[in-house]
């Protein structure tokens, strides 16, 4: 799946009941960037930077980026000493793997 594929299924692959409160993740993935704002019970994805201040900022490869949200990896300590992964709170970076199944593609 390339970038943008996987960002245009992530509305169709939102597991609901999985947060009680609104949260906001903006994404730059390579030359690609994305808002997506998951509530309780949807989740919108935006090309481009929509909000002022995302709850979650994560800036990464696509490479990277295709291992955390379909396989379910996070990057290693390695991968975040180089700069390959920067994030803003890492806990809502991990909450990623709950909020989306990508299981099958």
Request: glycine share 8%.
């Given at each position: 799946?390339?970038?943008?594929q996987?960002?245009a299924?992530?509305?169709?692959?939102?597991?609901?009941?999985?947060?009680?409160?609104?949260?906001?993740?903006?994404?730059?993935?390579?030359?690609?960037?994305?808002?997506?704002?998951?509530?309780?019970?949807?989740?919108?994805?935006e090309?481009?930077?929509?909000?002022?201040?995302?709850?979650?900022?994560?800036?990464?490869?696509p490479?990277?980026?295709?291992?955390?949200?379909?396989?379910?990896?996070?990057?290693?300590?390695?991968?975040i000493?180089?700069?390959?992964?920067?994030?803003?709170?890492?806990?809502?970076?991990?909450?990623?793997?709950e909020?989306?199944?990508?299981?099958?593609?």
């Amino acid at each position: 799946m390339t970038i943008p594929q996987l960002f245009a299924a992530m509305s169709t692959r939102y597991r609901p009941g999985k947060i009680d409160r609104k949260l906001t993740y903006y994404f730059s993935i390579g030359d690609h960037k994305y808002t997506v704002v998951v509530e309780p019970q949807s989740c919108k994805v935006e090309e481009g930077k929509t909000v002022e201040n995302a709850d979650c900022v994560l800036k990464t490869t696509p490479e990277l980026f295709e291992k955390m949200v379909i396989h379910g990896k996070m990057p290693g300590p390695i991968d975040i000493a180089r700069g390959k992964v920067k994030t803003n709170d890492t806990g809502a970076l991990m909450r990623l793997r709950e909020l989306f199944d990508f299981s099958g593609v």
